[in-house]
């Protein structure tokens, strides 16, 4: 499994906590094990670059999700496929600012923002109610299964 963590960010972030929560969700989701996922944690000025490049929408935003193979999750008799699953990039500035408002850590918040980020890669949407019912209800329970606490109040809408 190669999951890489590029930190741009000038924040400290527990790095190898977010890699052990992507090798996690890969597991329960039965993403192959050879499967690649980048992990970008940028500044404000970069993560709104960014932004305005992949959403044409102005200023900095929490993740954003650009996925490579369009894997999606497998079954337990038939895994993901080896492949290129994607890139996301989280902004800690903005993680620390929704996890104050929310009432929980930034490293909740950032946890949250990778499960999310990663659900999108994977195929996951919340455009409409059935959709972040389905996706919120899967990121409640991964994160529950990988922190062993109730999960983050989500800042995502």
């Given at each position: ?78 895994p ?42 994977l ?10 019912e ?24």
């Amino acid at each position: 499994m190669s999951i890489e963590v590029n930190n741009e960010s000038g924040v400290q972030v527990d790095e190898a906590q977010l890699v052990a929560l992507a090798r996690f969700v890969f597991e329960r989701l039965y993403v192959h094990p050879q499967a690649e996922l980048s992990i970008l944690l940028v500044d404000e000025p970069a993560m709104e670059k960014l932004h305005i490049e992949l959403m044409d929408e102005p200023g900095a935003t929490d993740v954003l999700s650009v996925p490579m193979d369009e894997l999606t999750p497998g079954t337990p008799d038939k895994p993901t496929p080896q492949g290129m699953l994607g890139d996301i990039a989280v902004c800690p500035q903005v993680a620390e600012v929704q996890a104050k408002n929310a009432g929980h850590s930034t490293q909740d918040e950032m946890l949250l923002l990778t499960t999310h980020g990663i659900l999108h890669l994977l195929g996951y949407d919340h455009a409409d109610p059935e959709e972040k019912e389905e996706m919120f209800g899967l990121q409640r329970e991964l994160l529950e299964g990988f922190t062993g606490k109730e999960a983050p109040s989500e800042t995502i809408q």
